[in-house]
């Protein structure tokens, strides 16, 4: 992976972090890898309140998913809503696979 590519990725990952901390206050955000399919951010706040989001490796690495357009649709795409929709134990995939 070039060097360019990853300072793409970290950037949407940086706003994926953001947007996590923003929307679960109180929360710890924890993330790892699991290239090349996908990234997944967990938020704890104790053992019964955990939420999760898989984020598919294509949506951080598209050079057209620009920082700008990842924040925006994630609101548009109400990732912490959906992520909160999920029984306990279950992630919310976001993007292509």
Aim: proline share 4%; net charge positive.
């Amino acid at each position: 992976m070039s060097n360019a590519n990853d300072l793409h990725v970290e950037a949407n990952l940086e706003v994926i972090r953001e947007y996590l901390i923003g929307q679960f206050k109180g929360f710890e955000v924890i993330d790892r890898p699991d290239r090349p399919r996908s990234h997944t951010f967990t938020v704890t706040k104790s053992a019964e309140e955990r939420y999760q989001v898989k984020v598919s490796w294509p949506q951080l690495s598209d050079h057209s998913n620009t920082p700008e357009r990842t924040k925006q649709r994630l609101l548009t795409d109400d990732v912490a809503g959906r992520m909160k929709g999920k029984s306990q134990g279950e992630y919310f995939s976001w993007g292509k696979y």
